[in-house]
């Protein structure tokens, strides 16, 4: 029998099944209407095929079944949407988290061709334009997920991904220090909103127990992005002609930035539209939506608009202002502005130190690709086990114990010992697992209200990127070569960092318990009249137990 003939008896099954609701054939708990599967999934592409699934309401059938307490979907159907998902929106969101990267480091890459010498920029004005990049980095992230409230990530991130990519090409034309200021305050301010407005775009297409993994490939691809890119830098600046080294890197980077910036318009999937993407069927678009709101129902409107307006102003201000107190978020944004000072410092150091060790060029370029290696290994690996075992402070700690052991050696080793000894230390150092994807993942569980989560990593993010100024200001010219103070000072940060850690844990558990005990001392109506009266309280209601 033909996929065509296969799929028009489903759609007429389930028609039948939607006019006679009460019929003792429709769908069980872990039934399928559809035997061979892979002929099924091969009969959806084609267009005919997909435009009568479409015509079914795969919406309020799912609904009605998970009313009734019922399985919707079987294992096999979720396990099929998840991967679709990997491979449509997790690649999509990994090439846009490479254009992101390529731009915010191509500046290191036009020094080295001596982009501050041809375009005539003293170092202090080199130094203010970096200021400057930070500065509006921070300031635009907040105001960044206002606008992926109101257009919808799909638009919004598009746009700032194409606008960095022109300023990008824009930089050949630098020759003198104000045009160098003004592109690295708006490239700054472009780039600012995309991190915390991505991972919230994530946040709506998966599950609690998915996040930290999916997040952990986009950090991944955070360092892929810097071995990429020095390849690309090394090729594009050796090409000569007409332009400068720099200006060639600025222009050809740009132009493929521009590329996946103008792309992403067309391609990224959208959770506001009736078709999320024709990579979908009607019913796994059915299922998408469901799975992940019936996980979490505080996802359900996440993909609403939000108009702008004078009372949406204040609304706003008073939600960020929400965001920024909510005691059972504050310990994240604290543990983020600490826990990644000692790794990230040596991460800002790690070429000065290894030249201070005699290292030649080559040979310290070199010696920059095995922690590489080891993080994106390390950092994939303990997101998947936080997934799995849906527990997030464990692999914190052990993260934060991780990077204590060399640091700890790194200051107590002698002076004169093999400066093969001291790269393996701060080797192991930059390869610990990066619980920043955990961390956001956390964020996302217990935000339990869209706003509170879309503004919630862009709080988070904005201490860590502030915990990213403290680690540039640890290693001081008078402590070199060996930095005993400051590798002193980033070991009690370790250890504040670990006490974080493990007050975390145990406020969350206490606030479980005491949720628990005020809903036994409540009968049956007054959990019912409670529900009613405390739907805005997001992560503050009885019925919502914190993730640990």
């Known amino acids: 029998m033909s996929d065509r003939r296969l799929y028009e008896e489903e759609v007429s099954q389930r028609r039948v099944h939607k006019e006679h609701e009460h019929s003792e054939s429709s769908i069980g708990p872990e039934t399928s209407l559809l035997d061979n599967r892979e002929e099924h999934y091969g009969s959806l592409q084609k267009d005919s095929a997909w435009k009568n699934d479409i015509d079914i309401d795969h919406d309020a059938e799912i609904e009605k079944l998970m009313l009734e307490g019922r399985h919707a979907w079987d294992s096999e159907e979720e396990d099929v949407v998840r991967r679709k998902l990997d491979y449509r929106v997790m690649i999509l969101a990994c090439t846009m988290f490479f254009s992101l990267q390529l731009i915010r480091n191509n500046i290191q890459n036009a020094i080295s061709a001596d982009f501050l010498i041809d375009a005539n920029i003293p170092q202090n004005m080199y130094n203010l334009g970096q200021t400057l990049f930070l500065l509006f980095f921070l300031l635009s992230e907040i105001p960044s997920q206002s606008f992926v409230r109101r257009f919808g990530a799909e638009i919004w991130l598009p746009i700032l991904m194409t606008c960095w990519a022109i300023l990008s090409i824009f930089q050949i034309f630098i020759k003198g220090h104000s045009l160098f200021l003004f592109t690295r305050a708006v490239i700054g301010a472009c780039e600012g909103g995309f991190v915390p407005g991505l991972t919230f775009y994530l946040s709506s297409f998966y599950k609690a127990n998915e996040l930290s993994m999916r997040y952990s490939w986009i950090w991944a691809t955070q360092s892929g992005t810097n071995v990429i890119g020095a390849l690309l830098a090394s090729g594009f600046i050796q090409i000569g002609g007409p332009l400068r080294g720099w200006q060639w890197l600025y222009m050809l980077e740009g132009i493929i930035a521009t590329i996946i910036g103008i792309s992403s318009f067309f391609v990224m999937p959208s959770l506001r539209h009736q078709v999320v993407s024709r990579f979908f069927t009607a019913r796994e678009t059915a299922i998408l939506r469901a799975r992940v709101v019936q996980d979490d129902p505080s996802k359900r409107n996440q993909q609403e608009r939000v108009k702008f307006g004078c009372s949406s102003i204040l609304t706003s201000l008073k939600a960020v202002i929400r965001a920024l107190t909510d005691r059972f978020l504050l310990p994240i944004y604290i543990l983020g502005l600490v826990a990644f000072v000692p790794s990230q410092t040596a991460n800002y150091y790690l070429t000065i130190t290894l030249r201070q060790l005699g290292f030649t060029e080559t040979v310290t370029n070199l010696l920059t690709i095995p922690y590489a290696v080891i993080n994106i290994s390390m950092t994939v690996g303990s997101s998947k086990l936080s997934d799995k075992f849906g527990v997030r402070w464990i692999f914190c700690l052990l993260s934060a114990v991780w990077v204590f052991a060399p640091q700890l050696l790194l200051e107590i080793i002698p002076d004169g010992s093999s400066r093969w000894l001291r790269f393996a230390l701060v080797t192991l150092i930059l390869g610990y697992p990066y619980y920043h994807p ?89 959990k019912a009249e409670y529900a009613k009266l405390s739907k805005g309280l997001g992560n503050k209601q009885l019925f919502f137990k914190l993730k640990v």
């Open 438 to 526: 955990i961390l956001m993942s956390w964020i996302s569980s217990n935000a339990n209200n869209s706003d509170r989560r879309s503004l919630g990593f862009a709080i988070y993010n904005i201490s860590v990127q502030c915990g990213n100024i403290i680690a540039a200001n640890v290693y001081r010219e008078s402590d070199a070569p060996y930095y005993h103070r400051g590798n002193g000072i980033l070991i009690g940060l370790n250890v504040l960092s670990m006490i974080i850690i493990l007050a975390i844990r145990r406020y969350y558990v206490v606030e479980n318990r005491r949720r628990e005990k005020l809903l036994e001392q409540m009968d049956e109506d007054q």
